[in-house]
C-alpha cells in the first residue's frame, strides 16, 4: 500500500509505525519483519524496534515463525471511532444485507480516501463477498467514492479527476446513487447511496456483489432507506 505523501511529518518515527500498521492492515496475511521493512523502504533494524513497540501495545503479534499480523489492541482503538455512528448503522446494514442477500458497508471520507467503517454480510447467503473494515481506497474509485464526490465542492476534489469520472460524479449526484464494476476489488460489483450527517465527515451506505442480473436502481432504493434511517438516529 502506498504511502500518503504528506509533505514533512511532524513525528518521523509515529509516521514510520503507522505506515506498517497500514501495510499489515493491506495484506491481510501476516508478513516478515524483511518483507515489511521492504515494503516501507526501511531498514529491517529500524523496522523491528518499531515493531516490538507496536507489539508492546498489543498493535500487533508475531507468531512462533517471527510472522507479523495486527493486533487485537487495535480492534479497542476502532471501536471508538465513530463509536455512535456505528452503533446506529450496524443494525441498518444488518438488515439491509439480509434482504438484499448481499454485503452492505459505510464508508467515510478521510482525506482522498474512503475508509470502510464497519461491514456486514447477508445471513444465508450461499456465497458473500467480505469487505473489510479499515479498508481504504482513493476516493476517486468505487460506486463510495462517486457519491462522495458528488457531496464535495469541485475546490475539493482530488487532482487526478479526468473528464470522464466527473462526468460520472455529476451523473451520480443529480440520480443520488452510483455503480462501479471491477475498480476496488476485481470481477465485483457495488452500488452506493450518500449519507450526510451535519457536523460529521461525508460518508456513503453501499452494497457489494457479484451478480450481472442485479437490479441497481432497486439495490439503491434500499440503500437510501437504510442509510436515511441512519441520519435520523443521530
Known amino acids: 500500500m502506498p504511502a500518503r505523501q504528506d509533505a514533512s511529518?511532524?513525528?518521523?518515527?509515529?509516521?514510520?509505525?503507522i505506515r506498517l500498521l497500514e501495510e499489515l492492515a493491506?495484506?491481510?496475511?501476516p508478513l516478515t519483519i524483511d518483507e515489511l521493512a521492504a515494503r516501507v523502504a526501511l531498514h529491517r533494524s529500524v523496522a523491528y524496534r518499531l515493531l516490538r513497540t507496536l507489539e508492546?501495545?498489543?498493535?500487533?503479534?508475531?507468531?512462533a515463525a517471527g510472522a507479523v499480523r495486527l493486533g487485537t489492541g487495535l480492534?479497542?482503538?476502532?471501536?471508538?471511532?465513530?463509536?455512535?455512528?456505528?452503533a446506529e448503522a450496524l443494525p441498518e446494514l444488518t438488515a439491509a444485507a439480509n434482504d438484499?442477500?448481499?454485503?452492505?458497508?459505510?464508508?467515510?471520507?478521510d482525506h482522498d480516501e474512503c475508509v470502510t467503517l464497519a461491514s456486514v454480510e447477508p445471513r444465508h447467503a450461499v456465497t458473500a463477498v467480505a469487505q473489510r473494515p479499515g479498508a481504504r481506497h482513493p476516493v476517486t474509485r468505487g460506486a463510495p467514492g462517486r457519491v462522495i464526490l458528488a457531496q464535495l465542492p469541485l475546490r475539493r476534489w482530488p487532482d487526478d479527476v479526468d473528464s470522464r469520472l466527473a462526468?460520472?460524479?455529476?451523473?451520480?449526484?443529480?440520480r443520488g446513487w452510483a455503480t462501479s464494476h471491477d475498480e476496488v476489488v476485481p470481477s465485483l460489483r457495488a452500488v452506493a447511496v450518500p449519507l450526510a450527517v451535519q457536523g460529521r465527515e461525508l460518508a456513503a451506505v453501499a452494497a457489494v456483489h457479484v451478480r450481472v442480473d442485479a437490479d441497481d436502481a432497486a439495490i439503491a432504493a434500499r440503500l437510501e432507506a437504510a442509510?436515511?434511517?441512519?441520519?435520523?438516529?443521530l
Open 167 to 174: 462526468a460520472e460524479v455529476v451523473a451520480a449526484g443529480e
Open 100 to 109: 438484499l442477500g448481499m454485503t452492505c458497508f459505510l464508508v467515510v471520507l
Open 75 to 86: 480492534a479497542a482503538l476502532a471501536a471508538g471511532v465513530a463509536a455512535d455512528l456505528q
Open 227 to 233: 442509510a436515511e434511517a441512519i441520519r435520523v438516529a
Open 9 to 17: 511529518p511532524a513525528s518521523q518515527t509515529l509516521s514510520r509505525g
Open 56 to 63: 508492546d501495545h498489543g498493535l500487533v503479534t508475531r507468531d
Open 26 to 29: 493491506e495484506a491481510r496475511t
